[in-house]
């Protein structure tokens, strides 16, 4: 792999994906939305070249460069955290979009297609089918991500453009300025709010940003075609654990309420959380584990608070 395109780079997992593909000397284009975006976090990247397109544009891309990359990887993604989940109108414009970026990737010659998926495609498809589901604001947003994988496996197809997915887990990391599950149990902790949580009986799985960057540069140098691939610490265990991993970073002496909070969701089986087929056709290897990984995380998050960005 010698050429890829990105959107989404400027994103907390595409940014990191930039930085890793940089290690590998490979040239890099970055499809950013406006100039209006902050790309301080990729624009010293080694053989970065930045393109801005509008995704609504996408399908212009091929104009605004010559062809011949060797893969897409299409991040870029609108609502991803908070209400902005629930709004079926933009996340369906998102599907479309990714659709766009598969017409763009083939009018660029790209052999790889790279879509980015979530779990909370796993979790739709165990509870929102049972009878007298209620789902909630994530099912809106898995759904959309289930259409896209699935759409844009289509068009590749036609095309002729060979179709990978990655499903990504619960990400963490310096950086991350989302309300994701670390951030929020961190911060509670760190504030001195009660540590309410679930029971935490059901398998879990966290993973280092770097660890995921890497996990996707392997999908898109090594993955065969038409096959999706889970990104995983290789792993993992109850979430209480990491729970309890995580107050100890802290302070240990923290009371922790487990099962204040009841558990409305599906309890998935571990093998979700297998990235064996990962290791397998790419070589790919987790390089951090949760307690090492977890500390400068801990870190960062505090001093993000102290600053009042997070």
């Not at 960057?213 to 999908?219: E, K, S």
Request: proline share 4%; glycine share 8%.
């Amino acid at each position: 792999m010698k050429s890829v395109v990105v959107t989404g780079a400027n994103g907390f997992v595409g940014s990191h994906l930039i930085k890793e593909l940089s290690k590998h000397d490979i040239a890099i284009t970055a499809v950013i939305k406006d100039h209006k975006e902050n790309i301080e976090n990729i624009k010293d990247t080694p053989n970065l070249n930045i393109v801005y397109c509008e995704m609504d544009e996408i399908k212009k891309l091929p104009e605004k460069m010559e062809g011949g990359f060797d893969t897409f990887y299409h991040l870029a993604w609108a609502g991803s955290t908070g209400n902005a989940r629930a709004d079926y109108g933009l996340q369906l414009t998102n599907v479309r979009w990714a659709c766009d970026a598969v017409n763009a990737a083939a009018g660029m010659k790209c052999k790889k297609f790279v879509g980015v998926g979530t779990l909370a495609e796993f979790d739709v498809n165990a509870y929102a089918p049972l009878p007298g589901s209620t789902p909630n604001a994530v099912s809106c947003y898995g759904t959309a991500k289930i259409a896209m994988h699935y759409m844009t496996k289509a068009e590749c197809s036609r095309l002729g453009v060979q179709h990978l997915w990655a499903y990504l887990s619960n990400n963490f990391g310096e950086g991350n300025y989302t309300g994701n599950f670390i951030n929020f149990a961190s911060k509670l902790m760190l504030t001195g709010q009660p540590a309410n949580f679930t029971s935490g009986e059901q398998p879990y799985d966290f993973v280092y940003i770097d660890d995921t960057a890497r996990g996707l540069y392997f999908i898109g140098d090594r993955g065969k075609a038409n096959t999706p691939y889970y990104i995983g610490s290789n792993h993992s265990r109850q979430l209480k654990d990491f729970i309890r991993i995580l107050r100890d970073t802290i302070d240990p002496s923290i009371e922790l309420h487990l099962g204040a909070i009841p558990f409305n969701g599906v309890m998935q089986p571990e093998s979700v959380f297998d990235c064996s087929r990962l290791i397998e056709d790419t070589g790919y290897r987790p390089s951090y584990t949760f307690e090492d990984a977890i500390t400068k995380t801990v870190h960062w998050i505090d001093e993000q608070i102290k600053e009042g960005k997070l």
